[in-house]
């Protein structure tokens, strides 16, 4: 083998011609084979081309589609400017609107007109700025009003008794009245705070309050333990007096020029009693202001040994003919329930519901003895109110035993008092022109219905906010619109739905009493001091008040139906401080500004969480 070949085999010659020719007819047949299979795949490359890849020759002819590059994702132009020209048409016709709409002076819904509960109101509240006594606050909106009243007390009460209110067309402070007036608003301000936030008078209205307390806690020793009198009155006269006093003298408080002395009692049950509830329910408006409220409390804490006290259980005006003669307490136990229920609201101590509770109590009192006479509140008479007050706890907290018993007959007594206010029951005469005659046909009727209707609204609201209905009248269930359209009616009436068409509140309406029986009223803020019987010549002339005092409601009507605007005429033209705080509760009660439901909670916001004790067994059974 040579050593060049690697394939091996054999290298000797070959005919070179034969192979030759092989070759040639080998490439031949390949060569036809191979063209008629290739020719075949052009073809078959050829359709694919013009179908897949190439298309057909024409297409090239026409305009390629355009794309967008949106970063992410690719889309047609076409579809980009359908896109874009539909959001430049919605943006026109929806939102540019709204932009303009929104860019405009915002211009703030009207708020419904106030209803005449609340114009009344508004101005009701404006008397107690005009009756006060003392250094008057800058922001006193009464313009004919000034300082009064600064040496009161002084120089033989230490620290003297300067401030609170002046009763009604006098210059004297009656404690009494006073502290009833202030535990109404009090009362009025836990149930209806939203109200008078609502209204804008929320802070007004605890100013008033606070003018009023701030006086009465000066009545007594507050920083003591115990306690052996208490201040009755400020100034005083008598009736037919011809001797320089607040009675004889028609002077503006300001111009006052005569003595004026300080009434004192060591046995006023009645009235301390008062001024406990008074203080009492304001600690629970004040609870915001801790020290403030603490104060009240312990004020009134104070004085529940002075009124509880057996030796000293004496009306305060007993053997005092200057209180006798305008505000002559006749009973005393009324205050004790009064005072009870207030003071354990505010304190959440047991001994005092207890107290309100001893069955001697309301049985002294009369509670249950179902007189007209004594369904009927004022200043005089707490019963109502009392009852009223107590029957709250039993509606909203029901404590069971051991008070369940007592709170239930003050439940019924209340439900009984509400049945003769109503007029089909004949209880209450009333006038022609639908005014109740709950003082008997006796002058002043408008401060009685004026608290019988606050009275009858704020149970109907109880009733509402529980969820009852109505309540029972003997076999007759009565619902619970029946109660606020009395109140209604006789707050309506005093407002000018009356035979006369006259409001009794000075400044609501266009006519209403113009010769009020009120020294600061009469006299011309001039700046000149007019002496004691210098002012009688504008007690006397027939001419309207130079100042009117806004809000003051009057006397009223007699049983006819009958007004006389005349100034020597006071049971008719002249307003109280306890007549316009009915007003205003009553007012509040029946306003539709704010929510219609009541205040549950803050009352009882002191009341310690109820655990019903374990009633004692029974007697052992004898046969």
């Known amino acids: 083998m040579h050593p060049g070949n690697v394939w ?7 005919d070179s011609d034969r192979i030759a020719a092989e070759e040639e007819e ?4 390949t060569t036809e084979w191979e063209r008629g299979a290739i020719h075949s795949q052009r073809s078959e490359l050829d359709e694919t081309q013009q179908g897949w890849l190439l298309a057909p020759q024409d297409s090239w002819r026409k305009k390629k589609k355009k794309y967008v590059n949106l970063g992410c994702v690719s889309v047609s132009r076409t579809v980009c400017l359908w896109t874009v020209g539909t959001i430049a048409v919605l943006f026109l016709v929806v939102a540019l609107p709204i932009i303009i709409v929104k860019s405009l002076p915002r211009h703030k819904s009207t708020p419904p007109p106030p209803d005449n509960y609340t114009l009344a109101l508004h101005k009701a509240l404006q008397f107690f700025d005009a009756q006060k006594s003392g250094k008057l606050p800058n922001k006193n909106k009464v313009s004919w009003r000034g300082d009064s009243g600064l040496r009161d007390g002084k120089p033989d009460v230490v620290g003297g008794l300067v401030g609170g209110y002046y ?17 109404m608003l009090s009362w009025s301000l836990i149930e209806y705070s939203h109200k008078y936030k609502a209204i804008d008078e929320y802070d007004h209205m605890r100013d008033v309050l606070k003018w009023g307390t701030d006086y009465l806690l000066l009545t007594f020793n507050n920083s003591a333990t115990r306690l052996d009198h208490i201040y009755t009155q400020v100034g005083g006269g008598l009736r037919d007096s011809e001797s320089p006093d607040d009675i004889y003298c ?4 300001e111009d006052m020029s005569y003595d004026r002395p300080v009434l004192s009692s060591t046995s006023a049950a009645d009235l301390g009693a008062e001024v406990a509830a008074a203080l009492a329910a304001a600690s629970i408006v004040f609870t915001d202001k801790p020290d403030y409220a603490k104060k009240l409390k312990k004020g009134a804490e104070t004085l529940y040994p002075f009124f509880r006290t057996k030796y000293r259980r004496k009306r305060y005006s007993d053997g005092q003919p200057m209180a006798q003669a305008f505000y002559n307490s006749t009973s005393m136990f009324d205050e004790f329930m009064w005072a009870g229920a207030w003071l354990y609201y505010a304190t959440g101590n047991k001994t005092y519901i207890q107290y309100a509770t001893t069955p001697s109590v309301p049985q002294t009192a009369k509670a249950f003895a179902n007189r007209p006479d004594l369904m009927v509140p004022s200043w ?10 107590m029957t709250r706890y039993r509606l909203f907290l029901n404590p069971g035993f051991p008070y369940e018993n007592m709170l239930n007959r003050y439940h019924n007594a209340t439900g009984v008092t509400m049945c003769a206010y109503l007029k089909q029951y004949n209880v209450f005469n009333r006038t022609s022109g639908g005014l109740m005659q709950l003082n008997m046909g006796k002058p002043r009727p408008l401060e009685y219905v004026a608290h019988a209707s606050f009275l009858a609204s704020l149970f109907a609201d109880y009733l509402n906010s529980t969820g009852v209905p109505g309540w029972y009248c003997g076999p007759t269930f009565v619902e619970n619109h029946v109660l606020k359209d009395f109140a209604q009616s006789q707050i309506d009436y005093i407002l000018g739905d009356n035979p006369l068409k006259m409001s009794y509140v000075v400044g609501f309406g266009k006519k209403f009493p113009r010769r009020v029986h009120h020294r600061g009223a009469t006299i011309p803020n001039d700046k000149k001091r007019r002496s004691c019987r210098e002012g009688l010549k504008y007690r006397d002339t027939k001419n309207p008040n130079p100042n009117n005092i806004t809000g003051a409601m009057v006397g009223g009507p007699n049983r006819f139906d009958e007004f006389h605007d005349l100034r020597n005429n006071y049971n008719a033209s002249e307003p109280t401080l306890s007549g316009n705080a009915g007003l205003v509760a009553a007012l509040i009660s029946l306003t539709s500004s704010g929510r219609q439901l009541i205040d549950k909670n803050t009352m009882f916001n002191s009341v310690p969480p109820l655990y019903t004790p374990t009633p004692p067994p029974p007697k052992a059974w004898k046969p």
């Open 26 to 29: 080998r490439l031949r047949k």
């Open 380 to 389: 005089n008479n707490k019963l109502p109110g009392a009852m009223l007050l």
């Open 167 to 183: 009763d009604g067309g006098s210059n004297i402070k009656f404690h009494f009245p006073m502290a009833f007036s202030m535990t």
């Open 8 to 14: 091996g085999g054999s290298l000797d010659a070959v």
């Open 250 to 253: 028609w002077q503006k408080p």
